[in-house]
C-alpha cells in the first residue's frame, strides 16, 4: 500500500507545480466549484498510477490543482465510493495522497437525504458529527504508522473552528445552514422508510453513501476537517414520493451559485 501511494504521489508531484494545503472533496453534482480554480492544473484519475476511477454520474474523476482565493487548493471533481465494489483502501487512497502532498485542512462535501424533518431539499448541512454504518473502517489491517495510530481518537473528526467559520461566514452571504449529524450506509439502494425511521432514533439527521471513510482518514493523519452536506432529497418515507439520483442531480445544479460562495467564503477567511 505504502508503494502505491508513493507511486501515485510521484506522478502528480511531477505535473504540478505548488503544494497544496487544502484539499476538496467534491460530491455528487457539486464538482463546478473546482472550475474556478485559478492556474489549474488538471489530472484524470484514470491516469495516475494504481488509482480508481469515478464511475458515478455527477462525478468528472479527476484532480483539479491549483489556486481558490488564494489558498493552494487541489480538489477532487468526483470521488471513489464503496458501493462501486472498491474495496475501502481504494476509497480512501486520494486522502492519503493529500496527505503525503502536504494537505493539512480537508473540506468534504456531499449530496445527502434529510432525515430531520426540519430539513428540506437545498438546505446545507454543517456536519457535527457522524454515524459509520458501512460495515467496515478504512484503519482495518495493518497499521502504517507514518499515517498515524493504531487507535486515533474520533471524539472531534469535525474541527470546532472550521464549523464556526463556516456557519459566521454563511450568516454573512445570508445562505441558511444547518448543522447536524451524517449516517453513512453502503448503497446504493436507497433506504426503506423502516430504516431511515431507525436512523432518526439513533440520532442522524442526513444519510448518504461516502464521506465517512475519508474522515475518519484525514482524522487519524491529524488533518483538519470540514464537512458539508447538501441535502438534495428527503430521505425514504419523509415524502410520499419515490427517490431517484436525478432528482438529486437537480437539486445539486440548483445550490451551485450559494454552494460556491459559502465554500470560497470559508476558503478566503481560513
Not at 501511494?5 to 455528487?28: C, E, F, H, M, W
Amino acid at each position: 500500500m505504502i508503494q502505491k501511494i508513493n507511486q501515485a504521489v510521484d506522478y502528480i508531484k511531477r505535473k504540478i507545480d505548488i503544494k497544496p494545503d487544502t484539499g476538496l472533496i467534491l460530491g455528487s453534482g457539486l464538482g463546478v466549484l473546482a472550475e474556478e480554480i485559478e492556474n489549474s492544473i488538471y489530472i484524470k484519475y484514470e491516469d495516475i498510477p494504481n488509482f480508481p476511477v469515478s464511475t458515478v454520474e455527477g462525478h468528472a474523476g479527476q484532480f483539479v490543482i491549483g489556486n481558490l482565493e488564494e489558498k493552494k487548493v487541489i480538489a477532487m471533481q468526483g470521488r471513489f465510493h464503496y458501493y462501486e465494489g472498491y474495496s475501502i483502501k481504494e476509497v480512501i487512497l486520494p486522502i492519503r495522497v493529500f496527505y503525503k502532498l502536504g494537505v493539512k485542512n480537508l473540506i468534504v462535501t456531499n449530496a445527502a437525504g434529510g432525515i430531520n424533518r426540519n430539513f428540506k431539499p437545498g438546505n446545507f448541512m454543517i456536519i457535527k458529527d457522524h454515524i459509520n454504518l458501512l460495515g467496515e473502517n478504512p484503519l482495518i489491517g495493518e497499521n502504517l504508522k507514518e499515517f498515524g495510530p493504531r487507535f486515533p481518537d474520533m471524539s472531534e473528526v469535525y474541527n470546532k473552528d472550521l464549523i464556526k467559520l463556516a456557519e459566521e461566514v454563511a450568516l454573512e452571504y445570508k445562505i441558511k445552514t444547518k448543522k447536524g449529524v451524517y449516517v453513512a450506509l453502503s448503497g446504493p439502494s436507497y433506504e426503506t422508510p423502516a430504516e431511515i425511521r431507525h436512523l432518526r432514533s439513533i440520532g442522524a439527521d442526513a444519510v448518504g453513501m461516502s464521506t465517512v471513510p475519508e474522515t475518519i482518514t484525514a482524522n487519524q493523519m491529524g488533518i483538519n476537517i470540514l464537512g458539508i452536506s447538501c441535502i438534495t432529497n428527503m430521505a425514504a418515507g419523509v415524502l410520499p414520493k419515490p427517490l431517484n439520483h436525478k432528482e438529486v442531480m437537480e437539486i445539486a445544479e440548483q445550490v451551485k451559485p450559494k454552494f460556491s460562495k459559502l465554500i470560497k467564503g470559508v476558503l478566503k477567511k481560513m
